[in-house]
């Protein structure tokens, strides 16, 4: 039960954190970013393909530099660094800046999905981490329900 509440928990608001993040530029383009940054055409479109490229492709090799770093230090890393290149994109007055800040972002949070299982793992037997899976990855619709 300690675990549940200690690990599961601050587990899964991390991904909702991210569920939050790569789905917000939806409502940033409602609210204006769109005209801001000219995003005209097909640019909106490459932007979010950017992130989703950049994501799946550097999932396998966040898990290699988890075992290189372990996940005590990666982990905080990972947070850390998309939480401030989603701090830095606020701050984006180009269409090229965007597609930079999408791209880091993406590297960043490509390796949480990957790097928060293995770390579930650790500490569940595999009858008992089907449950907290459940859990940790329905906490992305739960997010962009209550956006």
Known sequence: MWIDTCITAKVTLLYMCCAIDRADIGN???KGMATDLNLVGYR???????????????????????KHFGPRFYVAFLVFSFGLVSLCTAFVQLYADLAVARTVLGVFEGGVMPVTAFFLSCFYKKS???VRMSIFLTSSSLANSCR
Do not use: D
């Open 28 to 30: 940033a383009k409602i």
């Open 128 to 130: 008992e981490l089907f």
């Open 44 to 66: 909106y479109n490459t932007i979010l393909s950017i992130f989703f490229v950049v994501y799946l492709s550097v999932e396998v090799s966040c898990n290699v530099m988890l």
